[in-house]
Protein backbone atom coordinates (compact mmCIF):
# COMPACT_ATOMS: atom_id res chain seq x y z
CA UNK A 1 0.00 0.00 0.00
CA UNK A 2 2.72 2.56 1.29
CA UNK A 3 4.77 1.73 -2.57
CA UNK A 4 1.56 2.50 -4.34
CA UNK A 5 0.86 5.45 -2.17
CA UNK A 6 4.25 6.92 -3.30
CA UNK A 7 3.55 5.85 -6.69
CA UNK A 8 0.52 8.15 -7.29
CA UNK A 9 2.05 10.93 -5.20
CA UNK A 10 4.90 10.67 -8.00
CA UNK A 11 2.19 10.98 -10.92
CA UNK A 12 0.47 14.03 -9.40
CA UNK A 13 3.92 15.78 -8.69
CA UNK A 14 4.37 15.28 -12.84
CA UNK A 15 0.76 16.61 -13.74
CA UNK A 16 1.61 19.49 -11.60
CA UNK A 17 4.92 20.23 -13.12
CA UNK A 18 3.20 20.16 -16.79
CA UNK A 19 0.28 22.72 -15.46
CA UNK A 20 2.21 25.29 -13.69
CA UNK A 21 5.22 24.76 -16.57
CA UNK A 22 6.30 27.78 -19.67
CA UNK A 23 2.72 29.33 -20.55
CA UNK A 24 1.76 27.96 -24.76
CA UNK A 25 3.07 30.48 -27.16
CA UNK A 26 0.32 31.95 -27.99
CA UNK A 27 -0.69 32.91 -24.24
CA UNK A 28 2.76 34.98 -24.49
CA UNK A 29 1.63 37.05 -27.33
CA UNK A 30 -1.50 38.35 -26.08
CA UNK A 31 -0.61 42.25 -25.79
CA UNK A 32 -1.91 44.08 -29.03
CA UNK A 33 1.04 46.56 -29.06
CA UNK A 34 3.64 43.75 -29.14
CA UNK A 35 6.48 44.38 -31.72
CA UNK A 36 7.74 41.03 -31.90
CA UNK A 37 8.60 39.99 -35.89
CA UNK A 38 6.91 36.79 -37.02
CA UNK A 39 9.88 34.12 -38.01
CA UNK A 40 8.39 33.76 -41.50
CA UNK A 41 8.24 36.52 -44.20
CA UNK A 42 4.21 35.45 -45.70
CA UNK A 43 3.37 35.04 -41.99
CA UNK A 44 5.31 38.34 -40.92
CA UNK A 45 3.06 40.76 -43.39
CA UNK A 46 -0.30 39.11 -42.06
CA UNK A 47 0.93 39.30 -38.59
CA UNK A 48 1.61 43.13 -38.74
CA UNK A 49 -1.52 43.97 -40.51
CA UNK A 50 -3.41 41.82 -37.57
CA UNK A 51 -1.20 43.44 -34.77
CA UNK A 52 -1.50 47.30 -35.99
CA UNK A 53 -3.94 48.87 -34.66
CA UNK A 54 -6.10 50.75 -37.08
CA UNK A 55 -6.37 54.79 -36.87
CA UNK A 56 -9.90 56.31 -36.35
CA UNK A 57 -10.36 58.88 -38.40
CA UNK A 58 -10.39 62.48 -37.20
CA UNK A 59 -14.11 64.22 -37.16
CA UNK A 60 -14.07 66.80 -38.78
CA UNK A 61 -15.18 69.84 -36.93
CA UNK A 62 -18.91 71.22 -37.19
CA UNK A 63 -19.30 75.10 -38.65
CA UNK A 64 -21.68 76.45 -35.80
CA UNK A 65 -25.30 76.65 -37.29
CA UNK A 66 -26.83 79.10 -34.82
CA UNK A 67 -25.37 82.07 -32.64
CA UNK A 68 -24.33 81.84 -29.16
CA UNK A 69 -25.23 83.65 -26.05
CA UNK A 70 -23.46 86.01 -25.22
CA UNK A 71 -22.57 86.61 -29.31
CA UNK A 72 -19.30 85.32 -30.02
CA UNK A 73 -19.60 83.21 -33.64
CA UNK A 74 -17.61 85.14 -36.43
CA UNK A 75 -20.81 85.94 -38.95
CA UNK A 76 -19.06 84.55 -41.88
CA UNK A 77 -19.40 80.96 -40.58
CA UNK A 78 -22.72 82.23 -40.42
CA UNK A 79 -23.20 82.57 -43.36
CA UNK A 80 -20.16 81.20 -45.57
CA UNK A 81 -21.40 82.09 -48.63
CA UNK A 82 -21.49 85.68 -47.86
CA UNK A 83 -24.98 86.23 -48.99
CA UNK A 84 -26.26 88.24 -45.25
CA UNK A 85 -29.88 89.14 -44.76
CA UNK A 86 -31.29 92.37 -46.29
CA UNK A 87 -33.05 95.18 -44.45
CA UNK A 88 -36.39 96.74 -45.33
CA UNK A 89 -36.66 97.48 -48.96
CA UNK A 90 -38.91 99.91 -49.55
CA UNK A 91 -39.92 101.06 -53.10
CA UNK A 92 -39.82 104.57 -54.10
CA UNK A 93 -43.38 106.19 -54.98
CA UNK A 94 -44.49 109.11 -57.34
CA UNK A 95 -42.13 110.71 -59.45
CA UNK A 96 -39.14 107.51 -58.57
CA UNK A 97 -41.34 104.46 -59.15
CA UNK A 98 -40.00 103.68 -62.60
CA UNK A 99 -36.80 102.95 -60.80
CA UNK A 100 -37.62 99.56 -59.06
CA UNK A 101 -38.05 98.36 -62.58
CA UNK A 102 -35.62 100.20 -64.73
CA UNK A 103 -32.90 97.89 -66.51
CA UNK A 104 -30.37 101.03 -66.09
CA UNK A 105 -30.58 101.23 -62.30
CA UNK A 106 -30.91 97.76 -61.63
CA UNK A 107 -27.59 97.74 -63.51
CA UNK A 108 -26.20 100.22 -61.49
CA UNK A 109 -27.50 98.24 -57.81
CA UNK A 110 -25.62 95.32 -58.91
CA UNK A 111 -22.31 97.60 -59.47
CA UNK A 112 -22.67 98.22 -55.74
CA UNK A 113 -23.17 94.79 -54.89
CA UNK A 114 -19.82 94.52 -52.38
CA UNK A 115 -21.12 97.75 -50.90
CA UNK A 116 -23.98 96.54 -49.96
CA UNK A 117 -23.24 92.97 -49.11
CA UNK A 118 -20.75 94.79 -46.34
CA UNK A 119 -23.41 96.84 -45.23
CA UNK A 120 -25.67 93.67 -44.68
CA UNK A 121 -22.95 92.22 -43.16
CA UNK A 122 -22.69 94.95 -40.32
CA UNK A 123 -25.68 95.33 -39.72
CA UNK A 124 -26.88 91.69 -39.36
CA UNK A 125 -24.20 91.82 -36.56
CA UNK A 126 -25.43 94.96 -35.24
CA UNK A 127 -28.89 93.42 -35.07
CA UNK A 128 -27.68 90.11 -33.56
CA UNK A 129 -25.40 92.41 -31.14
CA UNK A 130 -28.37 94.72 -29.75
CA UNK A 131 -31.49 91.51 -29.48
CA UNK A 132 -28.84 90.28 -27.01
CA UNK A 133 -28.13 93.38 -25.57
CA UNK A 134 -31.92 93.82 -25.19
CA UNK A 135 -32.69 90.46 -22.93
CA UNK A 136 -29.45 90.34 -20.87
CA UNK A 137 -29.19 94.48 -19.57
CA UNK A 138 -31.14 94.73 -16.15
CA UNK A 139 -30.38 97.30 -13.59
CA UNK A 140 -27.80 96.48 -11.30
CA UNK A 141 -24.79 96.37 -14.15
CA UNK A 142 -22.07 98.73 -14.31
CA UNK A 143 -22.29 100.34 -17.48
CA UNK A 144 -18.73 99.86 -18.32
CA UNK A 145 -19.77 96.11 -17.79
CA UNK A 146 -22.63 96.78 -20.85
CA UNK A 147 -20.34 98.34 -22.97
CA UNK A 148 -17.63 96.25 -22.78
CA UNK A 149 -20.21 93.41 -23.57
CA UNK A 150 -21.76 95.11 -26.57
CA UNK A 151 -18.18 96.25 -27.82
CA UNK A 152 -16.63 92.26 -27.25
CA UNK A 153 -19.47 90.80 -29.38
CA UNK A 154 -19.20 93.50 -32.37
CA UNK A 155 -15.19 92.30 -32.52
CA UNK A 156 -16.37 88.66 -32.33
CA UNK A 157 -19.13 88.72 -35.22
CA UNK A 158 -16.60 90.73 -37.27
CA UNK A 159 -13.40 88.35 -36.56
CA UNK A 160 -11.19 91.74 -35.78
CA UNK A 161 -10.17 92.07 -31.80
CA UNK A 162 -9.43 95.43 -32.52
CA UNK A 163 -5.81 94.87 -30.61
CA UNK A 164 -3.53 94.91 -33.93
CA UNK A 165 -2.43 97.90 -35.39
CA UNK A 166 -4.77 98.55 -37.84
CA UNK A 167 -7.00 96.10 -37.30
CA UNK A 168 -9.80 98.32 -36.16
CA UNK A 169 -9.54 100.08 -39.56
CA UNK A 170 -10.32 96.51 -41.35
CA UNK A 171 -13.56 95.91 -39.63
CA UNK A 172 -14.97 96.22 -36.08
CA UNK A 173 -16.65 99.30 -33.92
CA UNK A 174 -17.86 102.05 -36.02
CA UNK A 175 -18.90 104.29 -32.99
CA UNK A 176 -18.26 103.59 -29.55
CA UNK A 177 -21.24 102.20 -27.57
CA UNK A 178 -22.85 105.16 -25.93
CA UNK A 179 -24.70 104.27 -23.09
CA UNK A 180 -26.60 107.99 -21.66
CA UNK A 181 -28.82 107.95 -18.93
CA UNK A 182 -31.61 110.28 -18.15
CA UNK A 183 -31.63 114.05 -19.38
CA UNK A 184 -27.61 113.06 -20.93
CA UNK A 185 -29.06 112.50 -24.35
CA UNK A 186 -25.99 111.35 -25.97
CA UNK A 187 -21.82 110.79 -26.10
CA UNK A 188 -21.65 109.49 -22.64
CA UNK A 189 -19.90 106.07 -22.54
CA UNK A 190 -17.66 104.97 -19.19
CA UNK A 191 -13.92 105.92 -19.08
CA UNK A 192 -11.76 103.64 -17.14
CA UNK A 193 -12.80 103.49 -13.26
CA UNK A 194 -15.93 104.43 -13.70
CA UNK A 195 -18.22 102.88 -11.06
CA UNK A 196 -21.64 104.12 -12.42
CA UNK A 197 -24.33 101.53 -11.86
CA UNK A 198 -27.72 101.31 -13.75
CA UNK A 199 -30.83 102.04 -12.37
CA UNK A 200 -34.43 100.52 -12.23
CA UNK A 201 -35.64 104.35 -12.69
CA UNK A 202 -33.03 104.86 -15.23
CA UNK A 203 -33.71 105.70 -19.00
CA UNK A 204 -30.75 104.90 -21.22
CA UNK A 205 -30.08 105.18 -24.60
CA UNK A 206 -27.68 102.46 -26.51
CA UNK A 207 -26.02 104.27 -29.46
CA UNK A 208 -23.23 102.19 -31.26
CA UNK A 209 -22.02 101.46 -34.89
CA UNK A 210 -20.40 98.64 -36.43
CA UNK A 211 -18.41 98.94 -39.78
CA UNK A 212 -16.73 96.49 -42.49
CA UNK A 213 -14.65 98.13 -44.60
CA UNK A 214 -14.74 101.25 -43.97
CA UNK A 215 -18.77 101.12 -44.18
CA UNK A 216 -21.15 102.51 -40.97
CA UNK A 217 -24.20 101.29 -39.35
CA UNK A 218 -25.32 103.76 -37.16
CA UNK A 219 -28.32 102.42 -34.95
CA UNK A 220 -29.69 103.36 -31.63
CA UNK A 221 -32.46 102.40 -29.08
CA UNK A 222 -33.69 103.41 -25.63
CA UNK A 223 -34.53 100.52 -22.91
CA UNK A 224 -36.61 101.66 -19.80
CA UNK A 225 -37.35 99.59 -17.19
CA UNK A 226 -40.62 101.02 -15.55
CA UNK A 227 -44.00 100.96 -17.85
CA UNK A 228 -44.09 105.13 -17.19
CA UNK A 229 -41.59 105.85 -19.71
CA UNK A 230 -43.49 103.84 -22.49
CA UNK A 231 -45.03 106.91 -24.22
CA UNK A 232 -41.74 108.93 -24.38
CA UNK A 233 -39.45 106.12 -25.98
CA UNK A 234 -42.80 105.49 -28.44
CA UNK A 235 -43.10 109.03 -29.82
CA UNK A 236 -39.29 109.07 -29.72
CA UNK A 237 -39.92 105.86 -32.08
CA UNK A 238 -42.47 106.77 -33.79
CA UNK A 239 -40.92 110.18 -35.08
CA UNK A 240 -37.98 107.96 -36.66
CA UNK A 241 -40.18 105.77 -38.37
CA UNK A 242 -41.38 109.16 -39.95
CA UNK A 243 -38.87 110.38 -40.94
CA UNK A 244 -37.07 107.09 -42.74
CA UNK A 245 -40.87 107.12 -44.51
CA UNK A 246 -40.28 110.43 -45.81
CA UNK A 247 -36.48 110.00 -46.67
CA UNK A 248 -35.52 109.18 -49.95
CA UNK A 249 -34.50 110.09 -53.43
CA UNK A 250 -34.62 114.63 -54.24
CA UNK A 251 -36.62 114.28 -50.74
CA UNK A 252 -36.00 117.85 -48.79
CA UNK A 253 -34.09 117.46 -45.37
CA UNK A 254 -36.25 120.46 -43.83
CA UNK A 255 -39.19 119.41 -44.80
CA UNK A 256 -38.35 115.54 -43.42
CA UNK A 257 -37.60 117.21 -40.15
CA UNK A 258 -41.22 119.04 -40.11
CA UNK A 259 -42.82 115.60 -40.43
CA UNK A 260 -40.64 114.36 -36.96
CA UNK A 261 -41.39 116.69 -35.32
CA UNK A 262 -45.06 116.86 -36.36
CA UNK A 263 -45.14 113.16 -35.00
CA UNK A 264 -42.85 113.41 -31.83
CA UNK A 265 -44.86 116.28 -30.48
CA UNK A 266 -48.23 114.84 -31.17
CA UNK A 267 -47.59 112.42 -28.05
CA UNK A 268 -46.91 113.88 -24.15
CA UNK A 269 -46.22 111.04 -21.28
CA UNK A 270 -47.30 110.96 -17.32
CA UNK A 271 -44.36 110.29 -15.24
CA UNK A 272 -45.21 110.59 -11.10
CA UNK A 273 -48.58 112.27 -11.84
CA UNK A 274 -46.99 115.23 -13.63
CA UNK A 275 -47.65 115.05 -17.83
CA UNK A 276 -45.22 116.74 -20.08
CA UNK A 277 -45.33 117.28 -23.95
CA UNK A 278 -42.59 115.08 -25.64
CA UNK A 279 -40.74 117.78 -27.37
CA UNK A 280 -37.79 117.06 -30.34
CA UNK A 281 -34.55 118.15 -29.22
CA UNK A 282 -34.02 120.70 -31.61
CA UNK A 283 -30.53 120.89 -32.00
CA UNK A 284 -29.73 117.53 -32.42
CA UNK A 285 -29.60 116.12 -36.29
CA UNK A 286 -29.51 112.95 -37.84
CA UNK A 287 -26.51 112.86 -40.18
CA UNK A 288 -25.46 111.16 -43.92
CA UNK A 289 -23.23 108.67 -43.36
CA UNK A 290 -19.22 108.26 -45.84
CA UNK A 291 -16.70 105.67 -45.84
CA UNK A 292 -14.97 105.50 -42.25
CA UNK A 293 -16.55 108.80 -41.48
CA UNK A 294 -19.91 108.66 -39.48
CA UNK A 295 -21.00 111.91 -39.81
CA UNK A 296 -20.48 113.64 -43.45
CA UNK A 297 -21.46 116.74 -44.96
CA UNK A 298 -25.78 116.86 -44.63
CA UNK A 299 -27.94 116.79 -41.51
CA UNK A 300 -31.57 115.47 -41.15
CA UNK A 301 -32.89 117.79 -38.79
CA UNK A 302 -35.81 116.90 -36.54
CA UNK A 303 -37.61 120.15 -36.69
CA UNK A 304 -39.04 122.05 -39.11
CA UNK A 305 -36.99 124.09 -41.16
CA UNK A 306 -35.91 125.77 -44.22
CA UNK A 307 -33.15 123.81 -45.10
CA UNK A 308 -33.25 122.61 -49.28
CA UNK A 309 -30.62 120.23 -49.33
CA UNK A 310 -32.19 116.80 -50.89
CA UNK A 311 -31.02 113.24 -50.63
CA UNK A 312 -29.44 111.57 -53.68
CA UNK A 313 -29.08 108.77 -55.21
CA UNK A 314 -26.16 106.89 -53.44
CA UNK A 315 -26.41 108.65 -49.92
CA UNK A 316 -26.42 106.63 -46.70
CA UNK A 317 -27.94 108.14 -44.00
CA UNK A 318 -28.60 108.12 -40.14
CA UNK A 319 -32.00 109.13 -39.46
CA UNK A 320 -31.90 109.40 -35.77
CA UNK A 321 -34.50 111.21 -33.48
CA UNK A 322 -34.63 112.39 -29.61
CA UNK A 323 -37.30 113.24 -27.50
CA UNK A 324 -37.37 115.06 -23.96
CA UNK A 325 -39.59 116.01 -20.92
CA UNK A 326 -36.88 119.23 -20.76
CA UNK A 327 -36.39 121.88 -22.89
CA UNK A 328 -35.61 120.22 -26.07
CA UNK A 329 -32.05 121.46 -26.24
CA UNK A 330 -28.75 120.33 -25.16
CA UNK A 331 -25.44 121.81 -23.83
CA UNK A 332 -21.93 120.02 -23.19
CA UNK A 333 -21.54 118.62 -20.00
CA UNK A 334 -19.58 116.21 -18.23
CA UNK A 335 -16.33 114.41 -19.03
CA UNK A 336 -15.05 113.60 -22.34
CA UNK A 337 -15.19 110.11 -23.91
CA UNK A 338 -15.98 110.30 -27.75
CA UNK A 339 -13.06 111.57 -29.89
CA UNK A 340 -12.51 111.52 -33.56
CA UNK A 341 -9.58 112.72 -35.80
CA UNK A 342 -11.01 115.53 -38.27
CA UNK A 343 -11.18 114.63 -41.97
CA UNK A 344 -10.39 117.66 -42.99
CA UNK A 345 -6.76 118.78 -41.30
CA UNK A 346 -3.98 119.53 -42.74
CA UNK A 347 -0.10 119.11 -41.42
CA UNK A 348 0.16 120.56 -38.16
CA UNK A 349 2.89 121.21 -36.13
CA UNK A 350 2.82 119.26 -32.71
CA UNK A 351 5.14 120.49 -29.72
CA UNK A 352 4.36 117.39 -27.57
CA UNK A 353 6.24 114.06 -28.76
CA UNK A 354 3.75 112.63 -27.09
CA UNK A 355 0.78 113.89 -28.82
CA UNK A 356 2.92 113.31 -31.80
CA UNK A 357 3.02 109.10 -30.65
CA UNK A 358 -0.84 109.16 -30.30
CA UNK A 359 -1.86 110.69 -33.26
CA UNK A 360 0.43 108.22 -35.06
CA UNK A 361 -1.16 105.20 -33.47
CA UNK A 362 -4.89 106.88 -34.08
CA UNK A 363 -3.76 107.47 -37.95
CA UNK A 364 -2.65 103.49 -38.24
CA UNK A 365 -5.44 102.09 -35.78
CA UNK A 366 -8.87 104.37 -36.10
CA UNK A 367 -7.98 106.74 -39.27
CA UNK A 368 -11.12 109.07 -38.64
CA UNK A 369 -13.19 106.48 -37.23
CA UNK A 370 -14.44 107.64 -33.24
CA UNK A 371 -13.21 105.88 -30.50
CA UNK A 372 -12.98 106.26 -26.99
CA UNK A 373 -10.89 106.07 -24.24
CA UNK A 374 -11.28 103.00 -23.58
CA UNK A 375 -10.02 102.06 -26.91
CA UNK A 376 -7.14 103.68 -26.43
CA UNK A 377 -6.38 101.44 -22.53
CA UNK A 378 -6.83 98.04 -24.47
CA UNK A 379 -4.69 98.53 -26.71
CA UNK A 380 -1.99 99.17 -24.12
CA UNK A 381 -2.14 103.52 -24.27
CA UNK A 382 -1.17 104.85 -20.87
CA UNK A 383 -0.36 108.23 -19.50
CA UNK A 384 -1.79 110.14 -23.03
CA UNK A 385 -4.53 112.41 -21.66
CA UNK A 386 -1.93 115.07 -22.14
CA UNK A 387 -0.82 114.14 -25.42
CA UNK A 388 -4.94 113.93 -26.79
CA UNK A 389 -6.06 117.10 -25.30
CA UNK A 390 -3.18 118.60 -27.07
CA UNK A 391 -4.11 117.00 -30.27
CA UNK A 392 -7.91 118.66 -29.40
CA UNK A 393 -6.27 121.77 -29.01
CA UNK A 394 -4.75 121.82 -32.40
CA UNK A 395 -7.18 121.05 -34.21
CA UNK A 396 -6.48 117.59 -35.29
CA UNK A 397 -8.84 115.23 -32.97
CA UNK A 398 -12.27 117.01 -32.36
CA UNK A 399 -13.77 116.10 -28.66
CA UNK A 400 -17.65 115.00 -28.51
CA UNK A 401 -18.84 115.73 -24.52
CA UNK A 402 -21.78 114.55 -23.30
CA UNK A 403 -24.96 115.92 -24.47
CA UNK A 404 -27.52 116.98 -21.70
CA UNK A 405 -31.11 118.58 -21.43
CA UNK A 406 -31.48 120.21 -18.44
CA UNK A 407 -31.27 118.41 -15.19
CA UNK A 408 -34.24 115.76 -13.89
CA UNK A 409 -35.63 115.92 -17.43
CA UNK A 410 -35.63 112.65 -19.68
CA UNK A 411 -34.66 111.94 -22.78
CA UNK A 412 -35.20 108.82 -25.69
CA UNK A 413 -33.53 108.30 -29.13
CA UNK A 414 -34.24 105.79 -32.16
CA UNK A 415 -31.97 105.96 -34.60
CA UNK A 416 -31.44 103.75 -38.35
CA UNK A 417 -29.52 103.59 -41.09
CA UNK A 418 -31.18 103.65 -44.95
CA UNK A 419 -29.44 102.89 -48.21
CA UNK A 420 -30.65 105.27 -50.94
CA UNK A 421 -30.01 102.74 -53.49
CA UNK A 422 -30.67 103.00 -57.26
CA UNK A 423 -33.81 101.28 -57.18
CA UNK A 424 -35.27 100.97 -53.91
CA UNK A 425 -34.59 102.62 -50.39
CA UNK A 426 -32.93 100.05 -47.92
CA UNK A 427 -33.89 100.45 -44.29
CA UNK A 428 -30.23 98.54 -43.73
CA UNK A 429 -30.58 97.98 -39.56
CA UNK A 430 -33.86 97.48 -39.43
CA UNK A 431 -34.71 94.45 -37.32
CA UNK A 432 -38.00 92.31 -35.50
CA UNK A 433 -37.06 94.23 -32.17
CA UNK A 434 -37.39 98.03 -33.76
Given amino acids: MAAQAEEALKELKVADDKSNGKPAAHDEEDGD??????????DAGTGAAKKKKKRKPRKKKKSPTSQTEPPTVKLS??????????????????????????????????????????????AEI???VRQYAQKSIKPGQTLTEIAE??????????GHDGLAEGDPMVAGMGFPCGLSLNHCAAHYTPNAGNKMVLQQADVMKVDFGVHVKGRIVDSA??????????NLLAAVKAATNAGIREAGIDARVGEIGAVIQETMESYEVEIDGTTYPVKSIRNLTGHNILPYSIHGT?????????????MEEG???AIETFGSTGNGYVRDDGEVSHYAKNTDVGHVDLRLSSAKTLLNAINKSFGTLPFCRRYLDRMGHDKYLLGLNHLVGAGVV????PLVDKKGSYTAQFEHTILIRPTVKEVISRGEDY
Fill in 126 to 128: HRQ
Fill in 77 to 122: QLFPNGSYPKGEEVEYTDENRYRTTDEEKRHLDNLNSDFVTDYREA
Fill in 149 to 158: GIENSVRALT
Fill in 221 to 230: FTMAFEPKYD
Fill in 33 to 42: DSDEEPANGA
Fill in 315 to 317: DVF
Fill in 398 to 401: EAYP
Fill in 298 to 310: KSVPIVKSNDQTK
